[in-house]
């Protein structure tokens, strides 16, 4: 087994170095594979075709020559999606940052965390009659800034506390 895989890297490395490409930097050290493929590429419609069929023969085997054919004259295609794909990572991390941060985003994880805890520990009917109160609020809170406006609101709000605390 050891020695079929020895033999492929020897058939590779003779094929390639008879098109001028050295698959080591030294006598016990492979290149970058990406670099190899990519100067093979860049050589490539210079080969005949004879040398591409056995550049690919010996680069991928008998069952996979036609998909390396066919990246190899593609290649440059190839590395356009793979930068394309990066840059859309990139930026769909970004997206999902902007959204976590957003107020949309936090009262998202706010939720996903409540119903964790309820599920985990809670008494639904405790739980459940909180949720309840806790949504009339909301639901009231709601309605006066509709009505009213968010300053107005607010201004009665702290007066409501205001007075609570002097009646206490």
């Given amino acids: 087994m050891l020695q079929d895989k020895v033999t492929a890297w020897s058939d590779v490395e003779t094929v390639l170095k008879g098109e001028g490409i050295n698959l080591r930097d030294k006598q016990d050290k492979f290149r970058n594979f990406g670099d190899v493929l990519d100067e093979v590429a860049g050589k490539w419609t210079s080969y005949s075709d004879v040398s591409q069929r056995a550049i690919a023969k010996a680069m991928a085997g008998t069952n996979h020559m036609e998909q390396f054919l066919v990246l190899m004259t593609n290649y440059g295609k190839a590395q356009e ?3 394309v794909s ?15 941060n957003s107020l949309e985003g936090r009262t998202e994880d706010l939720k996903n965390s409540f119903q964790s805890i309820s599920t985990t520990f809670a ?3 405790l739980l459940g009659g909180g949720i309840t109160l806790l949504s009339n609020v909301l ?4 309605k006066l800034v509709s009505s009213f406006g968010l300053l107005q609101t607010a201004a009665a709000g702290f007066a409501g506390i205001k007075l609570f605390k002097n009646l206490g």
């Fill in 139 to 142: 639901n009231v809170v709601n």
């Fill in 123 to 125: 008494d639904k009917n």
């Fill in 86 to 100: 990066e840059n859309s990572a990139g930026s769909t991390d970004k997206k999902y940052k902007v959204y976590e």
């Fill in 81 to 83: 999606y793979e930068k």
